[in-house]
């Protein structure tokens, strides 16, 4: 029997299987940031992830409005909410508004990745 199998094999008959993916994994930390009244910063600009947890600290101001828009869809929370927000071959983008009239700071936001 191994003489049919050598053939099979010395003929190129019999695929090798590719080896998976490396997987690897990331973090990246958006550091709070000072804002004036009515101001507005991007936070993070559009970046699409295999799969990411992206983490709000709550330690920011009341008065600032953060909004995550995940492909389309946008949602918002304040700097003093703490959330998390699983990702999947999704497109994201942060961006952060001082709803108030003071200066007030935006909440720190982690973002834990896999790349493969």
Same mark, same amino acid.
Request: charged share 10%; glycine share 10%.
């Given at each position: 029997?191994?003489?049919v199998?050598?053939?099979v ?9 590719p ?11 958006? *550091?709070? %940031? #000072?804002?004036?009244?009515? +101001?507005?910063? =991007? ?10 947890? !992206? ?32 990702? *999947?071959? %999704? #497109?994201?983008?942060?961006? +952060?508004?001082? =709803?108030?009239?003071?200066?007030a ?5 982690? !973002? ?5």
């Open positions: 029997m191994s003489g199998i050598g053939g094999v010395g003929a190129g008959l019999m695929k090798v299987r080896p998976p993916p490396a997987i690897t994994s990331q973090k990246a930390t958006i *550091a709070p %940031q #000072s804002l004036a009244g009515g +101001a507005s910063v =991007t936070l993070l600009p559009a970046t699409t992830y295999k799969f990411a947890i !992206i983490m709000f600290h709550g330690d920011g101001a009341t008065e600032v409005r953060v909004d995550v828009t995940v492909d389309a869809t946008t949602t918002s929370i304040y700097g003093n909410e703490q959330a998390i927000e699983l990702v *999947a071959g %999704q #497109s994201v983008s942060i961006s +952060a508004t001082n =709803t108030g009239t003071a200066t700071s935006t909440p720190t936001i982690e !973002i834990a990745f896999l790349n493969w």
